[in-house]
């Protein structure tokens, strides 16, 4: 009777992602993979807010067969956490079994009790099939678009569509790689205006620096004065929106309508197929109408946290109402404050 070939043992192992040619052509091949698993997500998390990376591969005959993109954050309001992935919509093991994944959550857990970490936390996007607590307190959007630019707007819903027409009117839109900084400092003001710290500008200046052509910069101007704009970032086919920002009052004009139907019509423009809108707290009853308002439906997140140390799961967005009076006064704040300040306190809120 013939031997049966033995199989070569799982080798799981922290990766250094800027010397690892495999792990981008890797995360490209997995449709559950997301832009903020690849190496410029990663690397602009490093080099702007200086976090330690705790990156795992792993590795069986030679292949490259799971990755969990992962960071050390030494927070002041919770202490040292795990997060796949910081300043990320999604994060979470990509791998091609389950038996490999949950090999790979293993050694993730095993890393947080070699580090006194508090907990580990992963922003998976869909079930992981791990038998963790879930946090659902998020809702994403994305759906697929027509294969004409043209056919954007009539696939609107007809509020949604009227308020476009209205707005394209009013305002026209400007896409180019020179906006970056002025829709951090529309971002910027409109974080202070939720009671929110914004990111850092040189997280923005990083991203654009790794995503080059892949960055996409979209701002609404009327009489050619910026009154809204959002940053997007392009991974296989599908683009997604990401920062934005507008000034006060523009919220009540057609300009949000005007921005994200012409983001929709450059995304179809350059070949795409999927469009994300991010996520939203389903308590933030704002954004998550205008997205419903566009036609989006909601879809709920599937984020784990792994409890190490600490024995509660962790609530880090505005929602906490701890975080309420410290929002209060954070709008009153000014702006060239908030801005600098910001920067400095997202560092320990990924």
Not at 132 to 139: A, F
Request: some cysteine.
């Amino acid at each position: 009777m013939s031997q049966q070939p033995q199989q070569s043992p799982l080798d799981i192992r922290p990766c250094n992602i800027a010397d690892c040619a495999e792990w981008d052509s890797y995360v490209r091949s997995k449709p559950e993979a997301t832009v903020f698993h690849t190496a410029a997500w990663n690397e602009s998390v490093r080099k702007a807010y200086g976090h330690e990376p705790r990156n795992l591969g792993a590795w069986a005959n030679g292949k490259l067969v799971g990755v969990l993109p992962l960071f050390e954050v030494k927070s002041v309001f919770v202490g040292k956490v795990l997060v796949s992935i910081p300043y990320a919509t999604y994060g979470g093991v990509v791998a091609d079994t389950s038996e490999i994944a949950q090999a790979i959550l293993t050694e993730a857990q095993n890393i947080a009790r070699q580090h006194d970490i508090e907990y580990l936390e992963l922003r998976n996007r869909e079930p992981s099939g791990f038998d963790l607590p879930v946090n659902d307190r998020y809702d994403t959007f994305r759906q697929q678009l027509p294969e004409n630019p043209q056919d954007i707007l009539p696939s609107l819903p007809k509020k949604a569509r009227a308020a476009a027409r209205h707005g394209l009117e009013e305002f026209t839109v400007d896409i180019d790689s020179k906006w970056l900084d002025t829709i951090y400092d529309l971002y910027s003001i409109t974080l202070r205006r939720l009671g929110s710290p914004n990111y850092s500008r040189k997280f923005f200046r990083q991203l654009q620096t790794q995503f080059g052509d892949d960055c996409v910069c979209l701002v609404v101007l009327k009489d050619g004065k910026p009154v809204a704009g959002v940053v997007s970032y392009v991974f296989r086919d599908e683009l997604v929106a990401y920062f934005s920002g507008s000034i006060p009052g523009a919220s009540r004009t057609n300009a949000s309508n005007v921005m994200y139907l012409k983001l929709m019509e450059h995304t179809v423009e350059r070949g795409l197929r999927w469009f994300d809108f991010n996520r939203t707290r389903r308590d933030n009853n704002g954004p998550h109408a205008f997205k419903r308002h566009l036609g989006f439906t909601p879809t709920p997140l599937c984020y784990q946290t792994w409890l190490n140390k600490t024995q509660e799961l962790p609530n880090l967005s505005p929602s906490n109402r701890k975080f309420a009076a410290a929002g209060k006064v954070w709008r009153k704040m000014p702006l060239w404050f908030t801005k600098a300040a910001g920067g400095k306190i997202t560092k320990w809120i990924p």
